[in-house]
């Protein structure tokens, strides 16, 4: 059976395997044998977790130059392993760095390339979701070796045993990789909530919120469910909240199980980064607002009576 | 210094997006078209970095007739010359095809920079800057949140999960930005007249030496099989807050077994 390549991220402190990986996994089943592609240090921990996940190798490519230059030595990695391999696809995570090794390598392999797929089925037909998920596409690769980028939270990761053995692949990257070093990665606190986009439930608030103190409500209330902090674009714009957090058509798409707005009306720019949500809670004061059309449950109030009793609440029933 | 920004015209940022039937590719005639939002923070720290160490600024556009509107705004915001890549076989190009295009355009130029926004805000890709930088062989520091220049340097910081990295190259390079570098700038009304006389050259693709066939939704490497509208999602339960509102909400969430 062809291998199907699957660019792994796992957390640069850690070393865990992010879920979004064992997502990537679960779909790669279903187009071949998954096998996993590793930068960095910490593969030999890693082995358990991806061989219960159905990769039967994992390529390990760890060495200086690829943590000194960004992007390109994981494309010069992965189109020797695609030259040497002949795989049915490579499916990376829709990341920044994803996004950019899939198009990189999709011009470098003469391949075509879908980003943003929720799902991939047995034939290669990829789902995505458009326009703020208003319209649901299927399209098909037709060119090369299908490259697929994935949104975290698309499927459920399914254990599918097997023993998984390292390899480990050069680490010579071209001389187009080492025109931009890398001199410094500054990492920001994030107060120990999970990544906006890979989390399970995320907890939103907007213009409602009414400046950068408000925050304090929405943040105990993702902290109660553990979920992360988001923010729309009015809320970041006015710098109530970092940029980082924003969701929406020129921020982050998140795709949790529950997504909770508060104080957001709703705007096509915010739908469009927050739409695929599996549950949606909303909570503003104007009954108007066009949020509760894609809320599963919402409550006309005001967010600094309605939110901390929630908060109070899920602490009482958590205990 | 030598800067291109390359732009895009897309729907207005606040339009309801469809495809079209007869090809699926995206319906550019029915919404207004507009600058892509996140390209006219790249026009504006085009400008900025010209202010600040000399320079001009070309404005690089793909697209159909209308996307010389696109040209003349960023035009008038204060860029010095456009170029403007219209030809019909170019109608349903994939990003492949599209990044062969401006590569073919910024090629042999002698650009330092290449600027560009880090996303359309129709087809939210991403992935233009780093395929033109793979085209053109020179470095990629993209998704930045602050750019410098020092000689001929330029850092960045590439915003990332985590935080940012800061990354440098020598020029030439292509960059990318996230909105949060800079306020873009109004066109003023000297701006919108000067921009009725600045230079805008229409290329076609044979212009550029690419094969008509090598472009076009015929040559994508990618095809859609079928779209449709997302089923309208039921309505959910709204109530009004009487006090109870947070409860209520904590009692759906136990239901739904999230507690």
Not at chain 1, 182 to 197: C, D, M, N, Q, Y
Not at chain 2, 120 to 135: G, K
Request: aromatic share 4%; proline share 4%.
């Amino acid at each position: 059976m062809a291998k199907v390549l699957v660019l792994v991220e796992h957390d640069a402190a850690s070393g865990s395997v992010k879920k979004a990986s064992l997502e990537l996994l679960t779909l790669a089943r279903r187009l071949g044998d998954p096998a996993a592609v590793w930068f960095g240090a910490g593969s030999t921990a890693a082995l358990t977790v991806l061989g219960e996940y159905g990769a039967s190798t994992v390529y390990v490519a760890d060495g200086d130059d690829v943590k000194a230059h960004p992007v390109v030595p994981m494309v010069d990695v992965l189109s020797a392993l695609v030259a040497e391999l002949s795989p049915a696809a490579v499916i990376v995570p829709s990341s920044a760095d994803g996004k950019e090794v899939a198009g990189r390598l999709a011009v470098r392999t003469g391949s075509g390339v879908i980003t943003d797929a929720v799902d991939i089925d047995a034939s290669g037909v990829a789902t995505q979701s458009v326009f703020g998920g208003s319209t649901v596409v299927h399209s098909k690769v037709t060119s090369g070796t299908p490259i697929y980028t994935v949104r975290s939270n698309s499927v459920a990761p399914e254990p599918a045993p097997t023993t998984c053995t390292a390899q480990t692949v050069s680490t010579e990257v071209s001389a187009v990789a080492k025109t931009a070093t890398v001199v410094e990665r500054t990492v920001a606190s994030k107060g120990g909530r999970p990544e906006l986009t890979e989390a399970a439930v995320v907890v939103s608030g907007g213009r409602g919120v009414g400046g950068s103190e408000g925050f304090s409500v929405i943040e105990k209330l993702a902290d109660s469910l553990g979920a992360a902090v988001g923010a729309s674009r009015a809320a970041t714009d006015a710098g109530w909240y970092p940029h980082q957090y924003q969701v929406g058509q020129t921020g982050k798409t998140v795709s949790p199980q529950l997504y909770i707005a508060n104080g957001i009306s709703g705007a096509i720019q915010h739908r469009a980064g927050m739409q695929t949500s599996k549950m949606v809670v909303a909570v503003n004061k104007d009954a108007e607002a066009p949020i509760f059309e894609l809320a599963d449950f919402g409550v006309v109030g005001d967010l600094f009576e309605v939110v901390p009793q929630l908060t109070d609440e899920i602490e009482k029933r958590a205990n | 210094m030598k800067i291109a920004v390359c732009v895009k015209q897309v729907p207005d940022t606040w339009a309801e997006k469809t495809l079209r039937e007869q090809d699926s590719t995206l319906d550019r005639e029915s919404p207004d078209g507009v600058l892509n939002e996140l390209d006219e923070y790249a026009v504006e720290e085009a400008l900025q970095i010209a202010e600040a160490h000399g320079g001009e600024v070309t404005v690089v556009s793909m697209g159909p007739a209308r996307a010389a509107e696109t040209v003349r705004k960023a035009l008038s915001m204060g860029a010095d010359a456009g170029i403007h890549i219209q030809d019909d076989v170019l109608h349903g190009s994939d990003a492949i095809a599209t990044s062969a295009v401006l590569a073919a355009a910024l090629a042999d130029k002698g650009f330092d920079l290449i600027i560009f926004g880090s996303e359309s805000t129709d087809a939210r890709m991403s992935v233009i800057p780093a395929m033109v930088a793979e085209r053109l062989g020179v470095a990629q520091l993209t998704f930045a949140q602050r750019v410098s220049i020092a000689g001929t340097d330029v850092t960045i910081e590439r915003v990332t999960d985590y935080g940012f990295d800061t990354i440098t190259a020598a020029m030439p390079a292509v960059v990318s930005v996230v909105e949060k570098i800079n306020e873009p700038r109004y066109p003023s009304f000297k701006g919108i007249m000067a921009a009725k006389k600045k230079p805008v050259e229409t290329l076609a693709v044979a212009d550029l030496g690419l094969d008509a066939a090598s472009v076009g939704q015929a040559a994508a490497w990618s095809a859609v099989e079928d779209f449709a509208a997302r089923p309208p999602k039921p309505a959910g339960t709204i109530v009004s807050d009487d006090g109870d509102g947070g409860a209520r909400i904590a009692s759906y969430l136990t239901e739904q077994k999230f507690i």
